[in-house]
Each structure stands twice: as structure tokens, then as C-alpha cells.
């Protein structure tokens, strides 16, 4: 996107800051985007920075126990969100699916300011929530060198366009429009052609029109749609059995152009616009980006983590080794104030009172599938696996764990599925898996294990499930090399064995191969043979090594 | 504040309106789960439905909505006893909430101020013979979804905590709604939903445009667009109304309570809550339908919201647990 298009998102959000909702933009820290960001200025002010690891009640607001103790009544203290302005989230990508949906009730709510989030993701996986994306009319990426930072845009009558705003009309013929490109794009939500006609007239009210023009519409589409395309419009399919009758009609549109609205069948037009700004790596965002709340970071202490879920707290002895529940104990304290004759303004604890956190120690389970999908493993077994790890879904399901999915073939490992308990995700990534190729087991295994690691660190028990036919050719390095390959194998096992990461190993091959009983062992695993992949069978075994 | 969007000017959406309206109707059914994407009007229906509802008779200041001046709790403290007419409550129960807000705690100020113990009742209180509704209920805590299943089934909530021992009665249709592609929800979470629905986006230009053209009206021309709708609001409600009054007369025949144990059976949904809910919904619908007795019109329209999350997960069927009621519903009832 060019500096001129950023900044004119900018603008219109300006215009429109409440009916818009604000801007999602995905930059690296640098100073292109600290340029950008100067911008911002033209959007109500004072900003607020909002931190996605900010404490619930700095946020939403809560209890303020300092006021409360010192009054000796219930003081609230109030939240950032209830301040006026500008919200600014930094590090969105950081931000968990919880937070990220509260986020969203305040703004369905039409209790948010307008919300600028800062993403700086850079992998496809590292996003803002999809949720958040969803409530914000504009998405922009901003891939600019230093050169190519501009001015902002200073020769707009703000106060004028905000006024004409409410006078812009919008005619039917606009909404068919923008409603057939969402179709087009297969976009689902009703609120993106709903923010595309609000940008649209955000777009005639700078420019001065009452009406709304051609060049409104393309504007709105590029700007609101672009970044919610599921797909790519499919002209030639659609146009193929009759592709001399199109021209002619396009010629009949231009001219209908002329009348005094301005807006004649300008679709293709429109859906040019979109796709000219259709990001570049839009296939890898076809499937839901961000869902996940990518927020949950290494060692960070999340509330609702898995490390230690908050139970209600226990009365208990202070040892240094857990922690005190402050207002808990507090509470506790309180009704015996007036008893205990403790003077205004002060309050006696007693040792009774200490309440302790309590914290759920059980983990939850992921379960890491390292699938081979190379040639050797052939597509009937590629079958059968997938069977099997759809059999294991369904129980992984009602066991409440969490699923993640490797694949390993060519030259190289791929992790399909973060881990997620969602079944569709699982389900229609799995659908989509292709075979054939070496069988690179060793990159593979490092793939299983940096999942694994992660989800360590999250305070989850991963267990790897390796399915292969075990006949490793490709080493880690890439190269065709049957013997390096088995090596490169045993080393990553024994890797996983130092991290005392439960494994299995589902042996896919013809007949029980020596080499992968070898490798489980170097695992500690378990080595579970199954001649003929029987999806059934295979789910037994596994549930059976879990001891479930 | 902004009215919320009229119910009846929600475009398509025939499934959740009408299990909506079911269980206002009778709300023993015992509330909707709505399921879909993004943007498909999930929420816009819930908060519609508030201004849909007839409205309760009860004591007013009473913390649980109680409907004579007997059931108030001693614990409210309340010296007026006045009945009144009230809307019924929606309450929302946010993510990231409490558990002392949830079930309520102390009152923390009057502890602090009179060193009294007090109970400062939470948000099931409140919701009591009302609606709770819970916006991506697949995200919502484990710990309160615990205290969510023990209340929504045994009707009361019991808060034994901090010297504090309090019941009062917690009745409420829960309405949850959430996005598949977030995560599921446990079993015995779905099983406490009387009935669930799937809503996606119309699949038609021209419904789509109906949806922003009104969606659009609502916004730009706010007073004019009530004026129209209320108008419609206010017959459906007639319609629940009347339907509340005329269920009771419904006649049940034995054959269809025959048809619908055997759709149970060949569905295999497990437990007889299944049975219960259709044979409401039924009773329901057919009373709304204005017609006298359950027939199979009334059971094979109401089935799929009824059974779908009552079945056992298959994940190797790819035509989903509602298409597998339909099946059913043709061989059953054909």
C-alpha cells in the first residue's frame, strides 16, 4: 500500500472515527511506521495506549483498593476504555482470544473509541485476533522503505466533511454494488459492506459531494473489502461459455455511466480496485487468520493459562513458596473491622484472614501429529492416517484436548495446524493435506518438537504422534541422503527424550521396520506397529498409550 | 442509547428467530444456542429479542425479579412491596467476569463502611426469571461454565462463602452465540441448551442488499426506521402472547409422541432431555402456528434446532449434525 493510500485510510477514519471503528495496522517498529504514526494526530485526541498484557481492571476498570481502603467505601476506579479520544493497541498481535473478545463487546457496545491496533506480526499465524479485525472497517500493511515516507495529509476541511457527512446520500444502486463484490470476494459478515458504505461517504463528505461518486466506491471497496477476501474472484469461470457477450455489455454500462448519478455498472471497475489492493500473500490468509489468540506468549502469565487456571482462593498459611490473594483477604478482613475496633482509614488483618491463590496444577494435553505424507507412505496409507487422525480428533475432543498437526514430505516439515481444540480448523486442514515426495523424518521430528517446546513453555503436556513408514531419505540439511537422514533421525530423538516429551510412534509400513522401533526407543517411546492402517485399530492404540 | 435493532427487521434468519421466539413462548424449553460466523446478525438477534418480550409482573427493587411480595428473600431487605409491571431482564454475562460476580459475594462496601456482612447479589440474580445471555460462550471460562451447568440445571444458586450462606432462585433461558472456528464447547455445556441453530449469511444479492439497506436506514435514519418496526415488533409479541396462553389448551396426541420418541431413537440422542425439548418445542411452535394439536409439520420444523447438538460427535461426517437430523426426520416421518 502507497503512503498516499495509508494516510488517505487515515483521513477517512478522521472523518468517520465512530461509524468506521478504527484501523488495524501491520507494520514493523521502524520509521516508516513512526512516520505513519504521526498521523494519528488528525484522529481525536488524547490517545491512550491500551497493552495487551495490561491488567484486566487497568482496562475494563474494577475495584481501586487504595481509595476503597483509604474511604472506607467502594471506590471504582475507571477503565482506559472509558476515556475519550483515540484507543491505541499496541502489539496486537500479542493479544489473546479473551481479551480479544471483550475488546469486541466494548465495541459492539459502542462503548470503544476509535481503536487503532498496532500489529506487528510477521508471520501469517501472528496476527491480530480475527474477531478485533472483524469490528475495525480498515486493515492496512505497511511494507514501505524510508523513501518512500510522504506528508500527511493537511489540505482536508476535517470539521467541514464530518459536517456534511450526515448529508451524503446513499442510493440503492451503491449497495448492490458493494454487496455483489463481497459476494465476489466471498465475504459472509454483513459488517464489511457495511463499513465499505460508511468509508464511501466518509470519502464524498472530503471531497466535498453530497452524492456519492464512482471513485467513493472504489475507494471503499479497496479499503474495506480488500483485506477480507476469502477467495479470488473467478471471472473466467463464470464468463467462460458466453465471453463475446460480456464486451458488448460492458459498452452499454459505460455509457449508462454518464447519467446523473454517476453510477452505472461500474462492478468490474470496483472489483478491479479490490483486487489491485488483494495482499499479496492472500492465499496463506484464505484459511482464518489469527483465531488463535497468538497473543499467548512464552513465559508471559496469562490469566486463564493453562500453567495454573485461578480457583477461588483458600484461607491458608503465608510461606513464601504461594502467593497472597490481596483482595480476597481483604474481603475476609472487612465485615470485622468495626469488631476488631481497628481506627478510619486503617484496617487490622489477622492471620485468618490470609486467603492464598489457588491455582489448577492438571495441564492441558496437546497432542502433536507428525504425519508423513511423502510418496513411499504412498497416498492409500496417507488415507488411512488421515483417518485415523480424525478418529483421534473425535476423542481428543471429548477429552478436551488440544490438537496440532505436522506434515513432513519433499524436502521439508510444515506445521499445518497450530494447536487449537477446534474440530473445523483440525478437520478441513487435515482435508487439504497432499502426499508424495521423500521423506524428510528428521525435519519433521525438529517441527514436532519446536511445537512441542512451545507448548511447554504455555504450561501445556505436549505427545508427539509420529506416523510414518519410517523410511527416512532425506537428512535435515535437504539432501537425498539415506544414511545422514536416519542419523539426523536419532539425534532429534534423542533430543525429544532429554525434553520428556511423551511419544508414539504408529509405524505405517508393509511389514514392522527395525529402524522406527530403533527411533522410538531412542524417543522412550512407544512403538505401536500397525501393518495394515486400520483407523479404528490405530485410535485404540493410542487412547490405550495414553492410558485414557 | 441507541434502540436496539428491531427483531422483526432482521432479513432471513427464519431457524434462530423462530427458536427464539419458541422460547419466549415457553421457557421451559431452556434457551438457544446460536452458532455461526462472523457478522451473520448473532448478537444483533439476542439484543433484539429484549424489546420483543412481554414484560414481567414483579416486586419492584427486588434483586431476583420475584413475581409476590412472599418470594422476596429476606436478604434483599426490601420495605416496599410494590408489584409493577417490568421489562424482562437481559443479562449479559461478559468474558472475563467473576465468579463473585457471577453468583455475587460480601458487599464490600457495607462490610467496609457498617462492618455489616451484606450479600450483593450477581448477575444470576438478576437474570432470574429473565434471559442470560453469553456472547462467544466458547471462550468463556471453564470454572464458569461449572458454576453456569450447576445453577442452569438445578434452577437455584447457592453462594456458601466468606460466612455468607445464601440460596435464591436462578431461572433463566440461557442464550449463548459463538463462532465454530474459536473452539467447542464441552457436552455437557451444548446439553444445557434446549435448542441450537447454525446461522450463516443469505446467500442471495438481493437479500444481502435488503440486510444493509435496513441495517443502513437504522443508522441514518434512526427514528423513522422504529416508527416502521415497532409496529411489527409489537404484532409478534401479540403472537407470543397469544401462543402463551393457548399452549395450554395444546392437545398432545400419542402418535406424536410416538414420532418423536422414534426420531430420538434412530438419532440415538442420548438421555430423554432430548425427548422433552422437541415435544416443547413442538407445543411451542404449534401454539405459535395457532393450530390445535402437535402434528408432524410442528415436530419435523423443529427438530433439527432440538436434536442437532444432542447428537454424538462424528467428525468423519462432513454434512454436519443438522443434516443428519433431516435425514432422520425423512425416514421417521415420511
Known sequence: MTWERATHAIALLA????????IVIRARHGPVRAAFLESLSLLPSPQ?????????????????????????????????????????LTMGERCDATLAARLSAQVDKGKMPPLVILDEGSDPDEATPSLLIERLAFHITLDLAVDQIGILPSDYDFAQARERLDRVRTSVDAIRQITEVCLSLGIDSARAPLFALRAARANAALAGRSILSSDDIETAVAFCLSHRAVKFPSPSEDEDPAPQETSPDQCEASEQIEGPDQLGRLDDRVLEAAMANLPAGLLDGLQPRGTLGAGSGAGAKRKGNRRGRPR????????????????????????????????????KVSPSDFRIRQFEDKSDRVLIFAVDASGSAAIARLAEAKGAVELLLSEAYARRDHVSLVSFRGQ??????????SLVQTKRRLAGLPGGGGTPLAAGLVEALALAETAQRQGMTPCIVLLTDGRANIALNGDADRKAAATDAASIARHIRSHKIDTIVLDLGNRPTRDLEGLAHEMDGMYVPLPRADARRMSSAVSSALGT | MKQPFPFSAIVGQEEMKTAMILTAIDPSIGGVLVFGDRGTGKSTAVRAL?????????????????????????????????????????????LGVTEDRVTGALDIEKALTNGEKAFQPGLLARANRGYLYIDEVNLLEDHVVDLLLDVAQSGENVVEREGLS?????????????????????????????LSVDVASPTSVDDRVEVIKRRDAYETDHEAFMVRWRAEDALVRGQIEAARGAIHRLKTTDSALRDIA????KLGADGLRGELTLLKAARAFAAFREDTAIGRDHIRAVAPMALRHRLRRDPLDEAGSGARVSRAVEDVLA
Do not use: Y
Open chain 1, 15 to 22: 472523518v468517520d472515527p465512530a461509524g468506521l471503528g478504527g
Open chain 2, 262 to 265: 422414534a426420531l430420538c431413537l
Open chain 2, 166 to 194: 445464601i440460596r435464591h432462585p436462578a431461572r433463566f433461558v440461557l442464550v449463548g452465540s459463538g463462532n465454530p472456528e474459536e473452539g467447542e464447547l464441552r457436552p455437557q455445556l451444548l446439553d444445557r441448551f434446549g
Open chain 2, 50 to 94: 429484549a424489546a420483543l418480550l412481554p414484560p414481567i409482573k414483579r416486586v419492584e427493587g427486588c434483586p431476583v425479579n420475584s413475581e409476590t411480595a412472599k418470594a422476596v428473600p429476606v436478604w434483599a431487605g426490601l420495605e416496599t412491596k410494590k408489584v409493577s409491571k417490568a421489562p424482562t431482564p437481559v443479562v449479559d454475562l461478559p
Open chain 1, 412 to 421: 521439508a516439515a510444515q506445521t499445518l495446524l497450530p494447536p487449537t481444540r
Open chain 1, 312 to 347: 477461588p482462593s483458600r484461607p491458608g498459611v503465608l510461606s513464601g513458596r504461594n502467593r497472597l490473594d490481596l483482595i480476597a483477604t481483604l474481603r475476609s478482613a472487612a465485615p470485622w473491622q468495626k469488631l476488631r475496633g481497628a481506627e478510619a482509614g486503617r484496617i
Open chain 1, 48 to 88: 491512550s495506549r491500551l497493552h495487551p498484557m495490561m491488567e484486566d481492571d487497568a482496562i475494563f476498570g474494577g475495584l481501586d483498593l487504595t481509595e476503597t481502603l483509604r474511604l472506607g467505601r467502594f471506590v471504582e476506579r475507571e477503565g482506559l476504555l472509558s476515556r475519550s479520544g483515540t484507543m491505541v
